[in-house]
């Protein structure tokens, strides 16, 4: 598909960047929610690492992550959705399954313009339920400190920040989550990730805008 070869010969420079800023940190453990099928699981493997634990919700999408990664003794994979509690969800798998969320599509302009381009007649191909657990659950007896996590998770990256409140308040450093210019998602506020996160002790620290100028990875440090 010729707009998401477009899309990943751009992200090739954006996750570039975005790593190469992370080296100064020396962060050793990494945690990447909506990690698809490793693309920026790829970019962190360059960096000094002991241990990256990787989250992603979508079945078909999960079969090929961990056959590219099951056989690294670093990488933790998990199979789940992740959201701010226990429940079962359904998860709307999109034409460019990196952009497939729990969150339901709104009808925008740029969302009808999205399903022109990639030539679709629905916001979503297919929905299946899925079920959700809170992050912190994940993390509740591990003693591990100074933590990088990245959200990328389609306008659901609140609901995540919710189920993870005891982790980024003891365990984490910096937080990269990205963020949309453009309403696609019912119940998505881009300034609400902005206004939890200050609440939680961290600051705005980095911003990195995708090429094509809609959307920014943001990175956020503990005060």
Do not use: W
């Amino acid at each position: 598909m010729l707009f998401e070869k477009i899309i990943n010969f751009f992200d090739y420079f954006h996750q570039s960047r975005i790593i190469n800023y992370l080296e100064k940190f020396e962060i050793k453990y990494f945690i990447d929610v909506g990690s698809h099928k490793g693309e920026f699981l790829s970019y962190l493997l360059k960096l000094k690492h002991k241990k990256i634990y990787c989250f992603e919700a979508q079945k078909d999408i999960f079969k090929i992550l961990s056959r590219k990664y099951k056989k690294n003794k670093k990488i933790e994979l998990f199979n789940i959705g992740l959201a701010d509690k226990k429940a079962t969800k359904f998860f709307y798998i999109n034409k460019i399954s990196s952009s497939s969320t729990f969150s339901k599509s709104k009808n925008t302009f740029f969302s009808r313009f999205k399903k022109f381009v990639l030539n679709s007649d629905n916001f979503y191909e297919k929905k299946y339920q899925i079920k959700t657990k809170r992050l912190d659950s994940y993390f509740v007896n591990k003693k591990i400190d100074n933590m990088f996590l990245k959200i990328d998770v389609e306008g659901f990256e609140l609901n995540v920040l919710k189920g993870a409140k005891k982790l980024i308040s003891k365990q984490v450093k910096l937080i990269l989550v990205e963020k949309h210019f453009f309403q696609l998602y019912k119940d998505y506020t881009p300034d609400e990730v902005d206004i939890f996160l200050k609440k939680n002790n961290f600051r705005l620290l980095k911003k990195f805008t995708f090429p094509l100028l809609y959307f920014q990875d943001n990175i956020y440090i503990k005060k």
